[in-house]
């Protein structure tokens, strides 16, 4: 069983940044994958950025390439999203989830997570 908390979200100008934190409590934190989701009002949820247990693999999808980093930290049970150069369209519910399945493309194309957390909200607005 894992149980994941997300923080960080809030309000920020358009072109700032935020970094977002999911722990975890539980056992084996290092075996999942674990992924970032964002959801806004009207829209399908979307798989934003995943890592795998080790942290040698990420995925992200194309609309946060270069802005988003994703990391973790095993001995703190805590994985973190770097957002940088926020704008309108990043405006959602995130969420992050954990996958007992290897692959982080999988969890964030397929959204199969085992475990979520509740979620944070992140607006982005002048």
């Known amino acids: 069983q894992l149980q994941l908390v997300e923080s960080g979200g809030g309000l920020v100008q358009p072109g700032g940044s935020l970094r977002l934190s999911c722990a975890a409590s539980?056992?084996?934190?290092?075996?999942?994958?674990i992924g970032w989701f964002r959801q806004a009002p009207g829209k399908e949820r979307e798989g934003v950025s995943c890592?795998?247990?080790?942290?040698?693999?990420?995925h992200y999808t194309e609309s946060v390439k270069d802005r988003f980093t994703i990391s973790r930290d095993n001995a703190k049970n805590t994985v973190y999203l770097q957002m940088n150069s926020l704008n309108a369209e990043d405006t959602a519910v995130y969420f992050c989830?954990?996958?007992?399945?290897?692959?982080?493309?999988?969890?964030?194309?397929?959204?199969?997570?085992?475990?979520w957390g509740q979620g944070t909200q992140v607006t982005v607005s002048s």
């Open positions: 989830a954990a996958s007992e399945s290897p692959s982080a493309f999988r969890l964030c194309t397929k959204g199969l997570g085992n475990y």
């Open positions: 890592i795998s247990g080790s942290g040698a693999n990420t």
């Open positions: 539980g056992v084996a934190f290092r075996s999942y994958v």
